[in-house]
């Protein structure tokens, strides 16, 4: 008998023009409901180790808001650039999603605020938190990261933040209903402590919502209706820092990592892994260029993975490489 395995393998796609945008720091991706590419970057500010106080308030308001689309969207084949938004908004650019209807929900930690912008609109729809005011009530974040709406309920979850330890979830007007989460204790980070949360991936179908838990260089996963911890993927291969995850139905789950530190062995990288069993199936890096700090993953449905770099400022593609091997048995 003869067995068809297919083994897939991902591979930058370097037909890709994508690479030659001139962005920003390229901070959040995602795919609309067209299956095109939505990016979203900070134009000519830059997060450094001047633009926070120790209080984490944003130091460089002076600088007034980017002044160029910071929401573009791209044809996923060609880059093309189709349409563009959110100029005269934004400071600090960081989490973006798109939600079933097309509308666009970012995060901004200068503002430390949540934003919900229709595709064609210029003001947003609805805002979360206080400007440029950090706190950790039910109306104040701090610097959050992501964002992310339940298709089924409409509920919203932000993972808040660099200097917070907790996932919010609000009513889909923007009320709050409740959160979980607390900082790592020294020494353990046991589940529902959080070091960054930074990255989330909402799995509809399995009624979870997985989160990067970038310091503690795992991914966490709960149950959207009571934040109930569900499990921990984490590898050695990750190294320290995990930035990014995106799940694709069929139970694929793509992350991101961060750069090694010093004498460390774990390279950056992109990981394939089976949702259901956590091991990780494919590892990737790009041909043209290198990962600095992969900051966002998005797939879609046909395997096609998108990585953004906030220092790298590069948006590259990435296709799966179907491999039939025969073998006869
Ligand atoms: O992590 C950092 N930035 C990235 O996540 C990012 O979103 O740019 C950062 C840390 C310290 C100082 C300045 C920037």
């Known amino acids: 008998a003869e067995i068809l395995d297919q083994d897939f393998h991902i591979e930058e796609a370097v037909e890709w023009t994508g690479l030659d945008l001139k962005l920003g720091q390229v901070s959040g991706l995602a795919l609309d409901p067209e299956n095109n590419l939505v990016v979203f970057h900070r134009g000519d500010h830059v997060w450094d180790e001047n633009s926070f106080d120790s209080k984490f308030v944003y130091q460089q308001r002076g600088l007034g808001p980017i002044e160029q689309d910071t929401i573009i969207v791209l044809n996923p084949s060609n ?3 189709l349409h563009s938004t959110g100029k005269s908004l934004f400071y600090l650019p960081h989490g973006l999603s798109v939600d079933k209807n097309g509308n666009y929900w970012v995060t901004d930690v200068a503002l430390h605020q ?3 912008l229709g595709a064609k609109d210029k003001e947003p729809l609805l805002t979360l938190g206080v400007p440029l005011q950090p706190g950790s009530d039910k109306n104040h974040f701090c610097q959050p ?4 709406v339940d298709p089924v309920t409409g509920s919203i979850y932000v993972s808040d933040g660099y200097c917070n330890s907790r996932i919010v979830q609000f009513s889909p007007s923007g009320l709050y209903v409740m959160q979980w989460g607390e900082e790592t204790s020294l020494g353990r980070s046991g589940p529902g402590q959080f070091s960054i949360p930074h990255s989330l991936a909402l799995i509809p179908d399995l009624s979870q919502l997985c989160v990067a838990d970038r310091e ?3 991914i966490q996963c709960f149950r959207l209706e009571t934040g109930e911890f569900t ?3 984490k590898h050695k291969a ?3 820092e995990l930035f990014a995850v995106s799940y ?3 139970g694929l789950l793509f992350a991101v990592n961060g750069m090694p530190y010093p004498g460390e062995a774990e390279s950056v990288q992109g990981f394939v892994m089976n949702f259901s069993t956590g091991e990780i ?3 990737f890096i790009p041909l043209r260029k290198s990962f600095e700090m992969p900051h966002d993953i998005v797939a879609s449905e046909d395997r096609t993975v998108f990585v953004g770099d906030v220092h790298a400022k590069a948006v590259w593609k990435f296709a799966s490489v179907e491999k039939l091997e025969h073998r006869s048995v």
């Open 281 to 283: 199936i494919d590892t």
């Open 216 to 218: 503690n260089g795992r």
């Open 145 to 148: 990261t992501d964002v992310a």
């Open 79 to 81: 880059a093309e650039l």
């Open 231 to 233: 499990r921990e993927i």
């Open 114 to 116: 949540v934003f919900k």
């Open 248 to 250: 694709i139905p069929g």
């Open 238 to 240: 990750f190294g320290r």
